[in-house]
């Protein structure tokens, strides 16, 4: 899908322009252009994206959907690569899919692209077409907004998160399972893929803020700026939940560990109580009392009430002793 959005100063806003007419526009310094690609094949993106003049590589780029967090300044335009991370937690496990933002900003003119929805651009989309006024600070503020939503979007999941390591604490303590170290990986391997984009795209903020491009109106940086607060402070609730998700994780293989010493320890204690029994019932078990030596007191009524005593008192003196020793 292509929708584009032209707003010119003192006319309403227009909508749905023909691709035909986008490099007049561009021309009109006055004006500001959105164009929105959206799962848009690259067949159809090429033509117009040469009809903008952009470089060769820049298009390549934008049509792979290979590419980490990037920003090129090509002079007249910057080249930016952003990514948007949706995650939702299906029962026990988490669902993330990563989508790559391609942003060509010009002087009047923002050119998006993306295969999957992206809330913010709905988002700012929206803002748009409610309200003029979000279009009449020029294509750098545009982007901000842009920016702003996108970054915005981390905060639910983050939240989500959260609340799911606070459960994990609490059933590690309660009843852990294989199901409990199978959730704790699985929002490791969240965090560490939030991680990997949040780091380059930091960077990419950062040189917004603080770089000099002929397309960003120096007035604007301060918004960057505020974005690039935004991930720093991401990025370290990011690292306060890996370390939280690793606390978690030692925390369940004591616990474990624990229990499995515990179990080992009354399996011992009552392995030890049987040994004596079995080795009274073992020696007055073996057959070379009678007849071969003359030993017919052994297996009279006074012997074996002596022998069942100490099979009953001999345990049971054994574990007051272990009682005593703390050992129970």
Known sequence: MIRSLY???????????????????????????????SSEPPESCLPIFQAFGFHPLAIEDALQQTHAPKLDDWGDYLYI???????????????????????????NYIVTHHDLPIPAI??????????PRNVQDGADHLLYKITDYLVAGYMPAVEKIDDAIDQIEDQVFDKPSPRTLERLFALKRVLLAMRRILLPQREVLNKLARDDYRVIDPKDRIFFRDIYDHLVRLHDLNESLRDLVSGALDTYLSVVNNRMNDIMKTLTIITTFF???TFVTGFF????????????????????????????????????????????
């Open 7 to 37: 707003h010119s100063p003192g006319k309403p806003i227009r909508k749905d322009i023909p691709p035909a007419e986008f490099p007049k526009l561009i021309r009109d310094r006055r004006g500001l252009l959105w164009v929105d690609f």
């Open 81 to 107: 690569v952003l990514n948007y991370m949706s995650i939702k937690e299906n029962g026990k496990s988490w669902n993330t899919d990563i989508d790559e933002l391609d942003v060509f900003l010009g002087q």
């Open 122 to 131: 709905e988002e700012t989309w929206s803002a748009c077409d409610r309200d």
């Open 275 to 277: 040994m004596p029994i």
């Open 285 to 328: 078990g073996m057959n070379f009392f009678e007849p071969v030596a003359n030993l017919v007191g052994w297996t009279d009524r006074q012997v074996f009430s002596v022998t069942f005593a100490i099979m009953l008192l001999f345990p049971f003196g054994m574990y007051l002793w272990m009682r005593r020793r703390t050992w129970i």
